[in-house]
């Protein structure tokens, strides 16, 4: 409330008997088993303030967008992955391998964090959810009440999209060292992607700490709009820009064919997350435009090479 002549904040410090209001978006009071509320403060891990200014446990579960999201940086990974065994030019049998053990370390990885997480042995997920941007960063909203003292009230506002992502990309690391070395002694070359693994692990962990709202938002169209450079990127590489090449390279070139269907995925995948099947009938149509990308650059390659471009 704001009272007296300066128009000072006052609000209940400490423990009271009743449910009365805290100062900042993220401050609340829990209650406690004899029949009082905790002092204004921040609301504890799967918790979260309610309108009431009550600290109350998050019982819902996660939307489609939110599964999406987590689906999308368990994918970063794996495609991390698949550049860095595609940058090291193995042979057929190490590249597979290779392939192979990225895919299970995630799948393993994923498979273990949400097992792992509340509620034990379920891939049910209590979540909090997200209102607003501002909820993964409820550090800067902390409340400085009348210029006298700051009330600490940040906490996993959007939980668990922020630590379950931690714990992933941390079990992640794990098991690729565990893994690599495994089948690296069972005869497969498979350690030369590991220390890229060491190094983009922390980096994605890092980035989700500090961008996690901002990727939260936008990663369903930069799906879209990333796999469609990608992909344009990928055949422009060619050397061979004839028509009929691409068409052949991109069929039975088995690592040609590999990246297309890559990127075939992340163009289903983003459509999904844009349109979050909320109409299924024409949503699931517009996966028909999945191939569109490729077919459309083999389609106008004759127009755009510049090899046949001519100044007057």
Known sequence: MFLGDQLRYEYEKGMTMKLSPCPGYYCGRLFYKNGSYGQCGPCPRGYRRIETFECVPCENDLLLYDWLYLGFMGILPVLFHLCSIDRKMLNAKDTLGSVACAIIEVILSATITLLAWDPHWSFRIKACGVSHLSDWYPIFYNPYPNYEESLHCSHEVVYPLYTIILAFYTIADVLMLLIRFVVHFVGFKVLKSVYSGLYFYPMLALCHLILGGIIH???????????????????????????????????????????????????????????QLSEPTRDLSLLALVPAPTLLYIATVSFTDPSKLHGD
Do not use: M
């Open 217 to 275: 938002a936008i990663y369903p169209y930069s799906i879209i709009i990333g796999s469609v450079i990608s992909c344009a990127y990928h055949f422009a590489k060619r050397e061979d820009q004839a028509f009929k090449s691409l068409i052949v390279e991109s069929i039975f070139d088995w690592r040609n064919a590999g990246i297309i269907l890559c990127h075939w995925f992340l163009h289903a995948y983003g459509i999904i997350s844009v349109t």
